[in-house]
């Protein structure tokens, strides 16, 4: 079995935790609103951010032996340069002009971005690539049905979703290149660490849609009898 496949199947159960989060499986239903949308957008702005400079802080941390690395984390890095004013700009086409960029994560957000740099800082760098596979292996399989999803009932804008889905048809590329890459790592340390922070950040994503409001979602009145 390659180290992909044990980094699926060792992370299984992990994944399908995070797809039963109410709001996940509401949105499947079509139960969504405007705000819920919106709030999950403010979140992932607080995350994506972050995704350049911990790859750049990964890459200045490459242990020794694992150099080899480098080249690939480049065109991480070019590729997801900019990603963070997508969404900006998604948010202001849902009529939104808060000053998101000024306003502060939740905690959620904040804790799984601070185990990422801690993961690169005081852990093991490689640990990182454990959240490269849950958000994008995650963004593969949800992000292009979520926004066809959100976006019929609330009658939004084709610009109100370039994230979702400039994100989702990215990620399929980017999710065979990273099979490619984890295929590589043999060092059984390091194949530990990642599928040990890929479990641990597939919590942690889940608690970020596990702090996101729910819609409202209004029963069918009842009949009464005569």
Not at 60 to 88: C, K, M, N, T, V
Not at 170 to 181: I, K, R, W, Y
């Amino acid at each position: 079995m390659s180290f992909h496949q044990q980094l699926l199947k060792q992370t299984e159960l992990n994944r399908m935790a995070l797809l039963s989060t109410p709001i996940i499986q509401g949105c499947l239903r079509g139960e969504v609103s405007l705000p819920s949308y919106v709030a999950f957008l403010h979140q992932a702005y607080h995350h994506v951010r972050h995704t350049v400079p911990l790859m750049q802080a990964f890459r200045s941390r490459l242990p020794a032996g694992r150099e080899w690395l480098a080249p690939a984390l480049d065109e991480y890095i070019e590729e997801e340069q900019g990603h963070d004013e997508w969404i900006l700009d998604d948010i202001r086409a849902c009529g939104d002009t808060s000053a998101v960029r000024h306003s502060q994560p939740g905690v959620a957000t904040e804790v799984m971005v601070a185990y990422a740099y801690d993961t690169i800082a005081r852990r093991n760098p490689l640990g990182f690539f454990g959240m490269v596979h849950v958000l994008e292996g995650t963004s593969v399989s949800l992000a292009l049905l979520a926004a066809d999803q959100i976006q019929k009932p609330l009658g939004l804008p084709d610009s109100a979703f370039s994230y979702l889905r400039s994100h989702g048809t990215l990620d399929q590329e980017h999710v065979q290149h990273f099979q490619l890459l984890m295929d590589q790592i043999t060092d059984p340390q390091d194949q530990r660490d990642i599928i040990h922070c890929a479990q641990v950040f597939f919590r942690l994503y889940g608690d970020v849609f596990r702090d996101l409001p729910l819609p409202a979602v209004h029963a069918a009145p009842r009949m009464v009898a005569a």
